[in-house]
């Protein structure tokens, strides 16, 4: 699993902290003492998979570079409800500034992985691939891939620069009439760098012959197919391309959609339609424990 680096993750840091604290804590300022310390654990409340520890720990080192942060499960692993997930320590300002930085990064992600590993355990056994989409939160895509990497999918295009994908609103536009679509294909071909993979979408059994025959699809996405049309499709198809099916798909849907034979699974719902995990920061000795994190 390609791992994040600190060029992807401190801008994004930076930018939350400046945000929520643009002339700084002022609570923390005039309550807690600068010389303070705080020592805090991060702690499971219901079981998941964990995304984004390294950007959780880099909320409290970019907030103060001497507090401490000590990750006790990795990016990947599964934890369950009560687990310590991390230990925090130093000065008290820093940690209370950072805290609720950390955990909207890390509950995000947790949320992203643990939902993205469901899909891919409903699959197990069909030879299908779970990928997630370009349904992202704006810029904060490299975080969301990486959590769905931890969760044991795949990553579809970054960007539009990445790859080449026609969906139907390109392909309303690149002309009608027989063979247009097959036609103005092989010269998208023509002007893309050899290396370039072309994905196109069809949302009916109708376009797919003719989207073969330009013979330069890599990859045909099947939109929104029922289970029956997703099977011809497969069929037509034929092993002459990749079979990606797409639009509705759902924790319980997505087995039957694998059994049709298709090779990739994209999910939107594992980025735009995600629920946060349930993690909280207790401070050790703090009066009540069950208050939950900060707000």
């Known amino acids: 699993m390609m791992a994040l680096g600190h060029h992807e993750i401190i801008p994004l840091v930076d930018a939350a902290l400046r945000e929520d604290a643009p ?154 009439g027989p063979g247009a679509l097959a036609a103005a294909l092989r010269g998208a071909r023509g002007r893309l760098p050899h290396t370039v993979h072309m994905e196109v979408e069809v949302d009916s059994l109708e376009q797919i012959e003719e989207v073969l025959s330009a013979g330069v699809a890599g990859t045909i996405m099947l939109d929104n197919f029922s289970l029956e049309d997703l099977r011809r499709g497969v069929a037509i198809i034929g092993g002459r391309a990749l079979v990606e099916a797409s639009g509705g798909v759902t924790l319980e849907t997505v087995r039957e959609i694998a059994l049709t034979g298709v090779d990739l699974i994209s999910v939107g719902a594992l980025t735009h339609h995600v629920r946060s995990l349930d993690l909280g920061l207790d401070m050790a000795g703090a009066p009540d424990a069950d208050e939950g994190p900060a707000r």
Request: proline share 4%; net charge positive; glycine share 10%.
């Open 23 to 176: 002339e700084g804590d002022i609570t923390s300022m005039s309550l807690i003492p600068e010389d303070a310390s705080a020592r805090a654990l991060l702690a499971a409340r219901e079981p998941g998979v964990l995304a984004g520890g390294e950007v959780f720990a880099c909320a409290f080192t970019r907030a103060d570079p001497r507090i401490d942060v000590r990750l006790l499960v990795r990016d990947g692993e599964e934890f369950a409800s009560g687990q310590p997930l991390a230990e925090v320590a130093g000065p008290a300002r820093g940690v209370l500034r950072a805290e609720r930085i950390g955990l909207n990064f890390l509950q995000r992600m947790c949320g992203i992985a643990t939902a993205t590993r469901a899909h891919v355990r409903a699959v197990e056994g069909t030879g299908a691939r779970i990928t997630d989409t370009r349904k992202t939160t704006p810029l904060l895509r490299t975080l969301e891939r990486h959590a769905v990497r931890c969760g044991g999918g795949q990553n579809h295009r970054a960007s539009l620069s990445q790859a080449f994908m026609a969906k139907d609103n390109h392909l309303a536009l690149a002309g009608a």
